[in-house]
């Protein structure tokens, strides 16, 4: 199965990549992950991508395509694939056709996941992050066991340069003027779901996996 989940930033695409990644045995591919990792690593992308990171916009097109059709490539994504965060742009999305031709594949499923502006902040601005293994918590909504410190690997969490408020207004705006006109572009195509993306993680699961037709046990 290939995938792409689209959605604001905090509409909760990372947390929901996981339940996927596990029933489908696909891979997740977070363009947001492998920058952050480029960034910390020093490598040549992350020299690229740094500032805009910092400043929640967006990497060039040009950059993330090329990164894009390496990964997918890769042999851990031959069964299919979960997109988090890519594509962010109508010309990373006919990249990704052409990508997947060559590739001779097409996508499968474009799930949407929405929520009030409002919503969006508070989960954005109270959100951390594990160091180690890039697992999600909240520090109101979903806080972890000891504080500070991720509860699968134990690793340090933090907070995002971009989770920060000054940041993450940027971040609506640059989804609203680029990432929004992808809905109609994937909903002309037939491909996109549309995933009500209010309540807990477990009710939103189940909602995804209802839009994909799969019968999920919610345990
Ligand atoms: P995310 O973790 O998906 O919220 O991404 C964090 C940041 O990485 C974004 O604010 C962008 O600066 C950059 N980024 C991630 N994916 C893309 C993409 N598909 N196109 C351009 N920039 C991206």
């Given at each position: 199965m290939r995938v792409v989940l689209l959605g604001p930033p905090g509409a909760g695409k990372g947390t929901q990549a996981k339940p996927l990644q596990e029933k489908y045995g696909i891979c997740q591919v977070s363009t947001g992950d492998i920058l952050r990792k480029a960034v910390r690593e020093h490598a040549p992308l992350g020299k690229q991508a740094a500032e805009y990171l910092d400043r929640g916009e967006l990497v060039p097109d040009d950059v993330?395509?090329?990164l894009?059709?390496?990964r997918l490539q890769e042999k851990d994504c031959e069964k299919g694939f979960i997109l988090d965060g890519f594509p962010r742009t109508v010309p990373q999305a006919e990249g990704l056709e052409q990508i997947l031709r060559d590739l001779g594949s097409g996508l499968d499923f474009v799930l949407c996941i929405q929520?009030?502006?409002?919503?969006?902040i508070q989960r954005l601005s109270g959100r951390r992050t594990c160091k180690k293994c890039g697992g999600l918590y909240h520090i109101l909504l979903n806080p972890p066991k000891r504080e500070g410190l991720c509860d699968s690997c134990g690793g340090e969490l933090y907070q995002r340069q971009d989770d920060r408020e000054e940041t993450i207004a940027a971040r609506l705006r640059v989804f609203e003027t680029q990432t929004a006109p992808l809905v109609d572009y994937y909903r002309m195509k037939g491909l996109l779901r549309e995933i009500n993306g209010v309540g807990s993680s477990e009710e939103i699961r189940s909602r995804v996996f209802q839009a994909l037709g799969a019968e999920h046990d919610l345990s």
């Open positions: 993330m395509l090329k894009v059709a390496e929520l009030p502006q409002g919503v969006l």
